[in-house]
């Protein structure tokens, strides 16, 4: 268990410490809003895509991986799930403008800027093989239930936005490459593979970016914030692990891997799309960049002994 727990831990100050580059770029004004803006494009619209679609070309098709993409897909629905039904049990008399922002603060982590890193580190190829499945998740959930719970109305839900999203469409140009055993020839593949290596230093520094900018005033000052905290780095991750481990332990076979994968997605700290949403729907902006922010940095201390604990029960 400890060896577990250092290894997660060393991991994850290699990720701050790339944060600190980022951090350190922004007090010096090397890097402005601007540039960090066309980054997170570079990151979404290109790396994201390119990362799925390398992760699946490098597995050639096994039966076994198949079945553990397909838990992949069902326990990134059930973490969520359980946090949907923690945030309507704790948010009912939340301030309208922050109702919103609190509970998907609560419902949805950071899967695929913290939560990816961290899978290649601890588990290489096929870690961010099973968390791809929880991004895609994530993007259908958030631009669902996610996008009602800002605007109060099914509207402006879309189909189109639900399914042609980066994530979405690089499992589907990516997938046939795992089912048939494709493979890319080289003068495309390696491109593909050094834009994938580009998402941990690129996501790591415009989150530190970020966090040079934040405001912690307006969180320390609401209760309900240290409710989300808790929720988010503590409780729903743990009660997620116990789930899993209780499949596990009926005699349900899955991967370990996998289980540690998502465990990872669903230990990670508030989504950073929350506070892009509290901007685009009029919410409570300070609050959501301080959730994001605040809970990025105890996350330090949180996902260490849950992952490290995840990685013992599976032993991986």
Same mark, same amino acid.
């Given at each position: 268990?400890?060896?577990?727990?250092?290894?997660?831990?060393?991991?994850?100050?290699?990720?701050?410490?790339?944060?600190?580059?980022?951090?350190?770029?922004?007090?010096?004004? @090397?890097? *402005?809003?601007?540039?960090?803006?066309?980054? &997170?494009?570079?990151?979404? #619209?290109?790396?994201? %895509?390119?990362? $799925?679609?390398?992760?699946?070309?490098?597995?050639?098709?096994?039966?076994?991986?198949?079945?553990?993409?397909?838990?992949?897909?069902?326990?990134?629905?059930?973490?969520?799930?359980?946090?949907?039904?923690?945030?309507?049990?704790?948010?009912?008399?939340?301030?309208?403008?922050q109702s919103s922002v609190l509970k998907t603060s609560i419902v949805f982590s950071n899967a695929g800027f913290m939560g990816i890193p961290l899978e290649h580190a601890l588990l290489g190829e096929d870690g961010v093989f099973y968390g791809v499945a929880y991004v895609v998740v994530f993007n259908l959930?958030?631009?669902?239930?996610? @996008?009602? *719970?800002?605007?109060?109305?099914?509207?402006? &839900?879309?189909?189109?936005? #639900?399914?042609?999203? %980066?994530?979405? $469409?690089?499992?589907?140009?990516?997938?046939?490459?795992?089912?048939?055993?494709?493979?890319?020839?080289?003068?495309?593949?390696?491109?593909?593979?050094?834009?994938?290596?580009?998402?941990?230093?690129?996501a790591m520094i415009i989150i530190g970016f970020n966090l040079a900018n934040a405001k912690f005033g307006p969180v320390l000052r609401l209760p309900e914030a240290y409710v989300v905290g808790f929720l988010r780095l503590v409780a729903l991750p743990a009660l997620f692990l116990a789930a899993v481990y209780?499949?596990?332990?009926?005699?349900?076979?899955?991967?370990?891997?996998?289980?540690?994968?998502?465990?990872?997605?669903?230990?990670?700290?508030?989504?950073?799309?929350?506070?892009?949403?509290?901007?685009?729907?009029?919410?409570?902006?300070?609050?959501?960049?301080?959730?994001?922010?605040?809970?990025?940095?105890?996350?330090?201390?949180?996902?260490?002994?849950?992952?490290?604990?995840?990685?013992?029960?599976?032993?991986?």
């Open positions: 268990m400890l060896e577990s727990l250092l290894i997660v831990a060393q991991q994850v100050g290699v990720l701050f410490m790339l944060m600190a580059i980022g951090f350190a770029c922004n007090k010096a004004k @090397l890097l *402005t809003e601007v540039s960090v803006k066309g980054m &997170v494009n570079v990151l979404i #619209l290109i790396v994201t %895509p390119c990362l $799925i679609v390398h992760s699946f070309q490098a597995h050639a098709f096994k039966p076994d991986l198949l079945v553990g993409l397909g838990w992949a897909f069902a326990f990134s629905f059930l973490s969520p799930l359980l946090g949907m039904l923690a945030a309507a049990l704790t948010m009912r008399r939340a301030d309208r403008l959930l958030f631009w669902s239930w996610g @996008l009602v *719970t800002f605007c109060g109305s099914l509207k402006d &839900v879309r189909l189109r936005t #639900l399914f042609l999203n %980066p994530g979405s $469409i690089g499992v589907a140009v990516g997938l046939p490459f795992f089912l048939f055993s494709w493979k890319l020839p080289e003068f495309a593949g390696r491109p593909v593979a050094m834009m994938a290596d580009l998402n941990t230093p690129l209780g499949l596990h332990r009926a005699g349900v076979s899955f991967d370990s891997k996998m289980a540690v994968a998502i465990t990872i997605a669903a230990s990670a700290p508030v989504a950073a799309l929350t506070s892009m949403f509290a901007v685009r729907y009029a919410r409570d902006v300070s609050l959501s960049v301080g959730l994001v922010s605040g809970t990025t940095l105890l996350s330090i201390l949180t996902m260490p002994p849950v992952v490290g604990c995840a990685m013992w029960l599976f032993g991986v």
